[in-house]
T-cell receptor
Framework: AQSVTQLGSHVSVSEGALVLLRCNYSSSVPPYLFWYVQYPNQGLQLLLKYTTGATLVKGINGFEAEFKKSETSFHLTKPSAHMSDAAEYFCAVSAANNNDMRFGAGTRLTVKP | DVKVTQSSRYLVKRTGEKVFLECVQDMDHENMFWYRQDPGLGLRLIYFSYDVKMKEKGDIPEGYSVSREKKERFSLILESASTNQTSMYLC????????????????FGEGSRLTVL
């Protein structure tokens, strides 16, 4: 079985500051890891994903995440926050041959001017 | 681009009413899912389907049923709506999660916000 824990339900940063959203996973098999973003009153949109290969993955809008097996983590970062990054972010885990995707509780990012 | 369309963005229903939420995808995906989203709880899987006429219970199927008569369409049914079913409902689809045949990435609709009075 797989599960995800997102540390911090709310994160607030200033515009131009580093964004760091934390995600730890639990999986008994090699995981597939995802970050999704949800803007107000919309569905979820894929930001980036890790399946195999390079552990540093780059996504849309300047975000990236690093898969660290030893730490069971997949934290999301962006060097410089923009006002348009304000949204809710969800980390999710699944696995090969497995349709069972598990989501974290979400982290709401606020960007202050 | 994959498009997942949910028929109603906002619904208001009364307790005891039967509610249908419709979802259509246009990318010939095998798998379709219904999630419920509540603040602080993330997304919880209600039901999913990996083929026409096939369905599997998720984590919170009580009070819900589903129908998949055609590959592109997956319906969520609340037989007798209750106030605790007030929520955001998200439909998603994906290709089969075998390596080399998709990574199980989900494509979401815009959501249906249901209020039960």
């Amino acid at each position: 079985a797989q599960s995800v824990t997102q540390l911090g339900s709310h994160v607030s940063v200033s515009e131009g500051a580093l964004v760091l959203l934390r995600c730890n996973y639990s999986s008994s098999v090699p995981p597939y890891l995802f970050w999704y973003v949800q803007y107000p009153n919309q569905g979820l949109q894929l930001l980036l994903k890790y399946t195999t290969g390079a552990t540093l993955v780059k996504g849309i809008n300047g975000f990236e995440a690093e898969f660290k097996k030893s730490e069971t983590s997949f934290h999301l970062t962006k060097p410089s926050a923009h006002m348009s990054d304000a949204a809710e972010y969800f980390c999710a885990v699944s696995a090969a041959n497995n349709n069972d995707m598990r989501f974290g509780a979400g982290t709401r990012l606020t960007v202050k001017p | 681009d994959v498009k997942v369309t949910q028929s109603s963005r906002y619904l208001v229903k009364r307790t005891g009413e039967k509610v249908f939420l419709e979802c259509v995808q246009d990318m010939d995906h095998e798998n379709m899912f219904w999630y419920r989203q509540d603040p602080g709880l993330g997304l919880r899987l209600i039901y999913f389907s990996y083929d026409v006429k096939m369905k599997e219970k998720g984590d919170i199927p009580e009070g819900y049923s589903v129908s998949r008569e055609k590959k592109e369409r997956f319906s969520l049914i609340l037989e007798s709506a209750s106030t605790n079913q007030t929520s955001m409902y998200l439909c998603a689809s994906s290709t089969y999660g075998l390596a080399g045949a998709g990574t199980g990435e989900l494509f979401f609709g815009e959501g249906s916000r249901l209020t039960v009075l």
